[in-house]
């Protein structure tokens, strides 16, 4: 179990990005917050893993992994989702994340794949 | 005698006593030389009291009446006094002549002609009295001269003809034509020559003949029998012909009185009874028209027997009442009474029928059975009949005799003419059908406006099944977040340190994030509330703000642009609340679905107040709505989408028209589609 990793949480829905923080750092693990993919981008941070949700203002979660991958970033991308489309979620899959959770998780599931990632 | 010479010596004046007539001799002078006992007898006074007396101190000075001379020989009338004080009129004949002594003298004859005068008088004016009758009278009057007629019917007895005038007149009509020929119109008065003449009145002074037709002959013949088996007057109406040959219809009366018989004259009266014959069928048609009126009427009509009710009543204002209302609170009993005094005369068929009566008679009789659901309506009818009113209407029950009750108008008239005798006619216009249709129309009001609820309803829930993806993504939000939030939570807590602090933060979070989840339920469960309409005043603003939360995620989704601008304080709108928020989610979700190939999507919610109305305008930029759809849109079953139900613009417009206002839909000039809401404020004020 990896202590300490910088942890990049991007999602437009407040509460539930605090939330994701607050579980985060529970953990053991700093969080940083940012409400759409662009704030993110133009941050320059280099996160040991992020966490984000498809649908937001802008760049969509998926787009964001796409846009990552074509700047050869390879920081490993846990997407949440609240949509249920089959499509999305294949999409999402298919983006190369290392996981896809649907809200809402379990939370020891997604603690398992915040671990996976850090490794 | 005073100094006056003694009187000259008449030979053989004891002759004169014998003359019935008065003889007077005077001398120049006027005094008396001669008197016989005529004279006494006339004038009263002895031959000794008048000797040697001047006639004007005996007869008077004043002494009038016309004198003719005549050469020597006057001849006259002399009003005279008697020694009685009395006045006599003196018919005189005088002539001048010599006295036995050679003086100059006069000698008179009178006779005493008062009475018969007075007779004469007497005769003068009735003959004058009668003329002016017989004259003056609007009848026409004839006297005729029946006396050849008379001696016709002698010969024909004489002749052994007849037993029966009457029988032997049917049988010769020539006969009664000839008796006609020898009926002489003597004369005539002034209305005769009016009705059969033509301004002449000789020329009605021929025989009767030509003034009787054929066809009344008869009549005349019954005239003649009755004159002469000693009837005192015959009348008939007959026909009658005027002197140009027209003929009328005339009421003929002719008089035999005993004493003119004798004398062959009797006296015919003439009245034209065209006018009258006329004014009967005038009435029996408009009797006729009256019947027919009556009973023809679609509507229930009774004439009712009033007369008993109005004696009763002019009973009471006899005793002294005055306010016919104390009265009939003092006396309860009254209304009963007067209600079976007023008794149901006649009645036509829509009375029997809408009574429930097979024939009129099972109608008629007293009226009590009648009012027993609403006797209060009869006693305002005799308030009004105390007041004298001619008429009282009220809509009230009546009693049918089959035992339905009938709600109606009851209207009654009584107008004087027919108060009079008693009469007056009821009508009853049966409303029961009418209520039952009302009732029957409210009901059917209820159950469209419950179908309208139930279709809003039903819409509602299709949308929310439209939304259903949309609300879970919401709901799915804060249920991750609390999930997370309380994984922390006991994490925090398992550590060597629990950090209560974080701890705290987490269960406030955690709060918030249920209260969030419990708000969306909320408002979907709002949305499929059932059908009920549930009026109170709602903020339009708000109702805007809920729809538009309502619809966030979509919203987001589309990355729609959205711009409220309803000032705060507008006034308030009487509407069910959720109802309301349908409208402007409907109108809302259908902007952004339509905006879904937009670029920039923006949709704009304004609000205005004008006097009485607020109103709300929803625009987009879309592509707008096709010239074609616009009149339909508001249509049930229009629809653009595919497979959609087009309930939604049809259900908004009925939302909001029940509530008295309207929607219209137009394309603005900028493009995309613009909605705009009419509502009306609720009058009592109320801001928000």
Known sequence: MSAGSLIAIIDDDSSFRVAIEGLVRSLGHRALCFSSAEDFLNSSKRPDCIVTDIQMPGLSGIELKQELDSRGDTVPVIITTARTEPALIAKARQSGAHCVLQKPFESETFIKCLDGALE | ?688
């Open chain 2, 1 to 688: 005698m005073h100094g006056v010479s003694p009187p000259p010596d008449f030979p053989d004046s004891e002759l004169l006593d014998l003359v019935i007539d008065s003889v007077v001799v005077t001398d120049a002078n006027g005094v008396v030389a001669l008197w016989n006992s005529g004279s006494q007898a006339i004038y009263g006074w002895t031959r000794d009291e008048a000797l040697g007396r001047e006639t004007s101190k005996l007869f008077g000075q004043d002494s009038t009446g016309p004198v003719t001379p005549q050469g020597n020989d006057w001849h006259g009338e002399q009003w005279r006094q008697t020694s009685g004080g009395k006045r006599r009129l003196i018919e005189l004949q005088r002539r001048n002549v010599q006295l036995p002594d050679g003086r100059q003298g006069c000698i008179e004859t009178g006779r005493d002609i008062t009475a018969a005068r007075e007779a004469e008088d007497e005769l003068r004016k009735s003959e004058h009295r009668y003329r002016n009758l017989f004259q003056a009278m609007a009848a026409s009057f004839w006297e005729l001269d029946f006396f050849p007629v008379g001696k016709m019917l002698y010969q024909l007895r004489k002749a052994g003809e007849i037993e029966d005038y009457a029988d032997y007149f049917a049988r010769h009509p020539e006969f009664v034509r000839e008796m006609m020929r020898q009926t002489r119109v003597v004369d005539v008065n002034d209305q005769t020559v009016k009705l059969f003449g033509r301004g002449n009145k000789d020329e009605l002074l021929t025989s009767v003949e030509p003034f009787w037709p054929e066809a009344a002959s008869d009549v005349y013949a019954a005239s003649v029998v009755a004159s002469v088996t000693g009837k005192l007057n015959y009348s008939a109406e007959t026909r009658l012909r005027r002197i140009d040959g027209s003929e009328f219809d005339a009421l003929f009366t002719a008089c035999f009185p005993p004493d003119t018989l004798n004398k062959g004259t009797l006296l015919v009266g003439v009245i034209d009874i065209t006018e009258r014959n006329r004014a009967f069928a005038e009435l029996g048609r408009s009797e006729n028209r009256y019947r027919n009126l009556f009973h023809q009427m679609p509507i229930a009509l009774w004439q009712v027997d009033s007369s008993r009710l109005l004696a009763l009543l002019a009973e009471l204002r006899t005793k002294g009442v005055r306010n016919l209302s104390a009265y009939m609170d003092d006396h309860p009993e009254f209304l009963a009474t007067a209600m079976s005094s007023t008794r149901v005369a006649e009645v036509n068929r829509s009375a029997i029928d809408l009574f429930g009566g097979k024939e009129a008679s099972d109608l008629a009789g007293s009226s009590t059975r009648y009012w027993k659901s609403n006797p209060a309506t009869f006693r305002r009818l005799l308030e009004a009949r105390w007041r004298g009113d001619s008429y009282f209407e009220e809509e009230t029950r009546m009693n049918a005799i089959d035992g339905r009750v009938l709600d109606g108008l009851f209207t009654i008239a009584f107008p004087p003419a027919l108060n009079e005798i008693g009469i007056s006619i009821n009508a009853f216009v049966d409303m029961s059908e009418q209520k039952r249709s009302l009732a029957a129309l409210r009901e059917s009001e209820t159950r469209f406006q419950r179908i309208q609820a139930e279709f809003a309803h039903a819409s509602r829930v299709s949308m929310l099944g439209e939304l259903a993806a949309s609300i879970a993504h919401e709901v799915n939000q804060p249920l991750a977040a609390i999930s997370a939030s309380s994984a922390a939570g006991l994490r925090w807590l398992l550590r060597e340190e629990p950090d209560i602090g974080e701890v705290k933060a987490l269960m406030h979070r955690i709060a918030n994030d249920t209260r969030r989840a419990a708000d969306i339920i909320g408002r979907v469960r709002d949305m499929a509330l059932p059908a009920e309409p549930r009026y109170s005043t709602v903020v339009i603003g708000e109702a805007v703000q809920d729809a538009v939360h309502f619809l966030q995620h979509e919203i987001r989704r589309q990355g729609v642009n959205v711009s409220i601008s309803i000032p705060e304080g507008l006034p308030v709108v009487m509407a069910d609340r959720i109802q309301l928020q349908q409208v402007f989610v409907n109108l809302a979700m259908n902007a952004v679905q339509a905006m879904a190939s937009t670029d920039r999507p923006r949709l704009e919610i304004a609000g205005t107040c004008k006097p009485e109305n607020i109103v709300v305008s929803v625009s987009d930029n879309g592509p707008g709505i096709a010239e074609a759809n616009l009149p339909k849109l508001f249509d049930s079953f229009f629809s653009t989408r595919q497979g959609g139900m087009g309930m939604g613009l049809a259900i908004v417009r009925n939302i909001v028209e029940s509530i008295g206002g309207s929607i219209v839909a137009r394309n603005r000039g900028e493009g995309g589609a613009l909605f705009i809401i009419r509502l009306p404020v609720h009058s009592s004020g109320q801001t928000g």
